[in-house]
């Protein structure tokens, strides 16, 4: 499995990104999928995370509110829609796939297949 990450760069606070995530080498369309961002000096943590149908979904709650993320299992794609943007969201984000759960996890060491990551860059 390949996760491609694209989509970040530098944008105005209160600006939005969509950060897109397409998967290759396989149908992920029964993975749970999450987004992760890693600030320098600051541990991973997961931002956000989706259900393999969409019906399930978790956000972290400095995202709530702002960021939504949807899957497009046809296209093997799943998409970060970050909205008001503020500086403390300058990180690098990584989309990962969790191949064997059955409900979102938050633990990174859940998650199977990681992508190279993108860089969100948010100004003040």
């Known amino acids: 499995v390949q996760l491609q990450a694209s989509g970040g760069g530098l944008v105005q606070a209160g600006g939005s990104l969509r950060l897109s995530c397409a998967a290759s080498?396989?149908?992920?369309?029964?993975?749970?999928m999450g987004w992760f961002r890693q600030a320098p000096g600051k541990e991973r943590e997961l931002v956000a995370a989706?259900?393999?149908?969409?019906?399930?979904?978790y956000y972290a709650d400095s995202v709530k509110g702002r960021f939504t993320i949807s899957r497009d299992n046809a296209k093997n794609t799943v998409y970060l829609q970050m909205n008001s943007l503020k500086p403390e969201d300058t990180a690098v984000y990584y989309c990962?796939?969790?191949?064997?759960?059955?409900?979102?996890?938050?633990?990174?060491?859940?998650?199977?297949?990681w992508g190279q990551g993108t860089q969100v860059t948010v100004s003040s």
């Open positions: 080498g396989r149908t992920f369309s029964r993975d749970i």
């Open positions: 990962a796939a969790d191949l064997s759960s059955n409900w979102i996890h938050t633990a990174e060491y859940h998650y199977d297949h």
């Open positions: 989706i259900s393999w149908r969409g019906g399930r979904t």
